[in-house]
């Protein structure tokens, strides 16, 4: 495993640029994800995003509201670096995933609730 210095939140916000006009963000720290793919969650794409090697152990990292995925570039590889296969995706509406799919009525927002689960395919070791 490689060795990996912990960063504070003061080194992580000071690595931090914000471009407004260009609507982008860059952290210094930040490591984009070594695999990208989708899976369909009954009707809805998902954005899924891997760290680490394929033959480490799975570590499942879910983001909240308001947020995504990419949220994890600069935890997901420290970790990953530790020994972790991370895995996390985008929530429906969120980041890169669909908004809408067969699963919801746009017009009630009803969920149907034999739905609720849903399994992203990981090959094991």
């Known amino acids: 495993m490689n060795e990996v210095s912990a960063l504070t939140m003061a080194e992580v916000a000071a690595a931090t640029t914000i471009d407004l006009a260009a609507g982008t963000v860059h952290v210094a720290h930040a490591v984009a994800p070594l695999r990208q793919y989708s899976v369909d969650a009954h009707g809805v794409r998902l954005a899924v995003y891997e760290w680490g090697s394929i033959d480490d152990p799975v570590l499942i990292l879910i983001h909240g509201g308001l947020d995504f995925a990419r949220t994890y570039d600069v ?39 034999h739905r609720n689960a849903v399994v992203i395919p990981m090959p094991l070791a």
């Open 75 to 113: 935890f997901a590889p420290l970790l990953a670096a530790r020994g972790w296969r991370v895995v996390s995706w985008d929530q429906r509406c969120h980041g890169d995933s669909d908004i809408w799919g067969s699963a919801w009525s746009r017009g009630s927002g009803e969920q149907s609730s």
